[in-house]
């Protein structure tokens, strides 16, 4: 489960959250990492002409030898390195639960994953583990004991009980750590589900309401019992779906903050007693706080007030029920894998047992577990190497900002002062997280996981009234990914992502310029998107443009937005341009830096063409063929909906269309489909 305050607000990049792993033939724990080239001629399909389609030329060959996994949503470059990354993980996790004389660390990762692979012990269990919870919850009688519990449900179990709540920087001061209420409560990935009309639409909330019954009725509940709960939680979810705020308004960072006081709080929300639930949550005695969407707040207390209790319980108990039946026996993980997995984004099998595992420690554990992948996979060499990238392509940046002919030099001044500010974090974190308060057993697989998610929740409740850790990661090291973090003003790469074939150590800079490079330049291109451009050097949300440049600015984003809405994702749905721009300006303007920077690393060598492509054709290929995917029809309707990143072709068509410099490198004519005018550049 990703903790909700911290990474609510990172711009996390590159591919989609729903994680993604496998290998057909049984797979056995990899001892090495394998190797793929950041170029790989036979991912390449060249009957297709660059110019008229560039993604599928250079990935076209990678979609027809990379068939999806029947574990996966969708199978993708940047899912095939998460896999291996896994395998490889998998292999220190069997060592580490079976060698005497452990580390601390060793301990903690091995039991972890000895308890989660004793399936045996898992399933004789049932749903013992969530029964005395569940008797409390049917023991509630009254409105006030439901409500009074309330706080000790979000204390003691992960779960989407109503809303959110935990802790995060201030929007307008970064230095200080406040507290957050989110909107929440939901069990459909986004609000949209519930107040869509189509045929589609209709029918998975159908099979969302056959569900809950499922689980219901396997927690022991009779028939007639679990249809009434069901469609008390459809009701309740709907109701509160209706308030939130869409993802395209979430972008904007004024419309989720609200510092209210206490009181303030207590009269847009009176049956909540507020003071007595911050104080159970361990941050007794907060005076005021961010309500991200009151709203939503008037919304949820309006549902407390009217819904009768049955219904609240019926509610509480599914949502009990839902967080943990992935830790309950294999009926409970079962029916939630078959909603959430095979019904809603077409996966036909469950994971193997060693890749749930492996990912439950990588959740819960994950910079004990990082150390060591850390340690043999990612080498000081790679470091220093990716280092002097990100200062290059910062370098880049400068020279960007410095000559762009439609910014005033006051807003000049800010967005360098800001540029300059920037910290880079490539590979792992200076300091491990101290995990020594987390008891693990190697017999008690529910109980790590809840006792994981006090050790969580504690550890960011703690942090109020303390100095923001600047050196603290949103990502664990092994994760194929990157993020950009607007309050933090800080770019990071773990060490998972800077592994062939994205970063490849035995490739020359033209392919690793083009893939990496992007990369990193995406990522520093977030600091300047519609969403990061809010935010000052500090980290503050501070409106540092004259007038004249933030229109110059939403007018070159609309360039873009206008292009890629143009693209159909699946059936007839296009992109949501107003939700993917801040990625696609990343995109745009992450491939602008690196190839600068990549002509300025290698001015005056003697650069040799290679396979068939000039140095600079090689440059845009290794960065196309990044985003190579397949993916399921079913997983690409849940992007459309709840993914801030265009799908895969339009990353890579989408900014090609708009550079001279791809157009001469492959000597593209005006009227090709690849050569659009105007440019939309930004940066
Ligand atoms: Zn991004």
Same mark, same amino acid.
């Given at each position: ?8 607000? #990172?711009?996390?990049?590159?591919? +989609? ?20 080239? +950041? ?31 029947? !574990? ?35 301990? %903690? ?29 049917? *023991? ?11 706080? /000790? ?25 406040? $507290? /957050? ?45 679990? %249809? ?20 395209? /308004? ?37 005076? %005021? ?13 309006? $549902? ?62 994950? /910079? ?10 990612? +080498?000081?060499?790679?470091?220093? %190497? ?57 017999? !008690? ?12 929740? *504690? ?128 995109? #745009?303007?992450?491939?602008? #830096? ?12 003697? #650069? ?32 459309? $909906? ?42």
């Amino acid at each position: 489960m990703i903790a909700k305050p911290l990474l609510a607000a #990172l711009l996390t990049c590159a591919v +989609s959250t729903f994680s993604l792993h496998a290998q057909q033939a049984a797979p056995k724990p990899l001892q090495a990492m394998p190797y793929s080239p +950041s170029l790989d001629v036979t991912s390449l399909d060249r009957s297709v002409d660059p110019c008229t389609d560039f993604y599928k030329f250079s990935c076209g060959g990678w979609e027809k030898n990379n068939p999806i996994p029947a !574990d996966q949503a969708s199978w993708s470059v940047y899912a095939k390195l998460a896999n291996d990354n896994q395998q490889f993980l998998w292999g220190i996790l069997e060592d580490d639960a079976k060698a005497t004389n452990r580390t601390p660390v060793q301990q %903690k990762v091995g039991d972890f994953y000895s308890a989660c692979m004793n399936t045996a012990a898992i399933d004789a269990l049932g749903d013992k583990p969530v029964q005395p919870e569940l008797k409390k919850i049917d *023991a509630l009688k009254t409105r006030a004991e439901v409500l009074s519990a309330l706080a /000790e449900l979000h204390h003691e179990y992960p779960g989407g009980f109503f809303f959110g709540a935990g802790t995060g920087q201030d929007a307008i001061d970064s230095s200080l750590i406040i $507290v /957050e209420l989110q909107a929440g409560g939901l069990g459909l990935p986004d609000r949209d589900y519930y107040t869509k009309t189509d045929e589609k639409s209709v029918k998975i909330r159908e099979q969302y309401a056959a569900y809950i019954q499922q689980l219901l009725t396997l927690s022991g509940e009779g028939a007639e019992q679990a %249809k009434a709960d069901a469609d008390a939680t459809l009701r309740i979810e709907t109701a509160l779906a209706k308030a939130m705020l869409t993802r395209v /308004e979430r972008r904007d960072p004024h419309k989720t903050y609200h510092i209210l006081t206490v009181e303030e709080l207590s009269k847009l929300a009176p049956s909540i007693d507020w003071p007595l639930y911050f104080k159970v949550q361990g941050a007794p005695g907060v005076a %005021k706080l961010n309500v991200s969407q009151p709203e939503f707040f008037k919304a949820v207390d309006a $549902v407390l007030n009217t819904e009768d209790v049955a219904a609240l319980r019926g509610y509480l108990r599914f949502h009990l029920l839902t967080a943990e039946a992935p830790y309950l026996a294999h009926p409970f993980e079962q029916a939630s894998f078959d909603f959430f997995s095979k019904m809603l984004r077409g996966v036909p099998a469950m994971p193997p047992r060693w890749k749930t595992c492996t990912r439950a420690v990588d959740r819960s554990l994950g /910079e004990a577990l990082g150390q060591e992948f850390v340690r043999r996979t990612f +080498s000081a060499d790679t470091k220093a %190497k990716t280092q002097r990238m990100t200062e290059q392509i910062e370098t880049a940046m400068q020279h960007e900002i410095e000559s762009l002919d439609w910014m005033s030099p006051a807003t000049k001044a800010e967005a360098l002062r800001k540029l300059h500010a920037i910290r880079n974090k490539i590979g792992y974190p200076e300091k491990w997280r101290d995990y020594s308060a987390l008891e693990v057993k190697p017999d !008690d697989y529910i109980g790590n996981a809840i006792r994981s998610y006090h050790f969580e929740s *504690a550890r960011r409740w703690h942090k109020l009234g303390k100095p923001v850790d600047r050196d603290e990661w949103g990502m664990t090291p092994p994760t194929v990914n990157a993020y950009f973090n607007p309050q933090m003003n800080d770019i990071n790469f773990p060490a998972g992502v800077l592994q062939p074939p994205l970063y490849d150590p035995k490739e020359d800079d033209s392919p690793n310029y083009g893939n990496t490079g992007a990369t990193i330049g995406h990522e520093l291109t977030h600091a300047f998107d519609d969403e990061g451009r809010q935010f000052d050097a500090q980290g503050n949300l501070r409106d540092w443009w004259t007038p004249e440049d933030a229109k110059g600015f939403e007018e070159r984003i609309n360039c873009g937005r206008d292009q890629y809405a143009g693209y159909v994702i699946v059936d007839d749905i296009h992109i949501n341009s107003k939700l993917t721009s801040g990625e696609d300006v990343a995109d #745009l303007g992450g491939t602008l #830096l690196a190839y600068i920077a990549w002509k300025k690393q290698t001015e005056g060598q003697p #650069l040799t063409p290679a396979d068939g492509f000039t140095p600079d054709q090689r440059f845009f290929v290794g960065m196309a063929q990044w985003a190579c995917e397949n993916q399921r029809p079913e997983n690409l309707r849940v992007s459309a $909906v709840t993914n801030p990143h265009s799908p895969g072709f339009a990353r890579i068509n989408g900014v090609v269309s708009n550079l001279p410099e791809f157009q001469k490198a492959f000597g593209c004519k005006p009227g090709q489909p690849m050569v659009h005018t105007p440019t939309c550049h930004v940066w």
